[in-house]
Nanobody, 124 residues
Framework: QAQLVESGGGSVQAGGSLRLSCVASGYTASYSCMGWFRQAPGKEREGVAFVDSDVSTTYADSVKGRFTISKDNAKNTLYLHMNSLKPEDTAMYYC??????????????????WGQGTQVTVSS
């Protein structure tokens, strides 16, 4: 059974950095697209960053130049390196994976597998 477990969230001051991790288990070969979403209270879920099986990446405009997504296939782990954090980055961050390519998965506006979330809080 597919399972995604996030870690690495926490509280940080504006301008600081955090690294989120997502360990994937189960039939990980089926995870063609992996990525991070976030949801702040009272706001819609937002796609943050994605990496496809060909290692191509996609970023939301709001995080370009500050966040970097990476994947360690040997460890079945997805990372989100977050630098120059801003208060508006405060949200619950979710790891997600889908058997489809990122182009298809993102267009569906839903992913097949989700983690439980990790909270990121950025104070000014």
């Amino acid at each position: 059974q597919a399972q995604l477990v996030e870690s690495g969230g926490g509280s940080v001051q504006a301008g600081g950095s955090l690294r989120l991790s997502c360990v994937a288990s189960g039939y990980t070969a089926s995870y063609s697209c992996m990525g991070w979403f976030r949801q702040a209270p009272g706001k819609e879920r937002e796609g943050v960053a994605f990496v496809d099986s060909d290692v191509s990446t996609t970023y939301a405009d709001s995080v370009k130049g500050r966040f970097t997504i990476s994947k360690d296939n040997a460890k079945n782990t997805l990372y989100l390196h977050m630098n120059s954090l801003k208060p508006e980055d405060t949200a619950m961050y979710y790891c997600a994976a889908d058997p489809e390519s990122c182009k298809v998965a993102i267009s569906k506006a839903d992913f097949g597998y989700w983690g439980q979330g990790t909270q990121v809080t950025v104070s000014s």
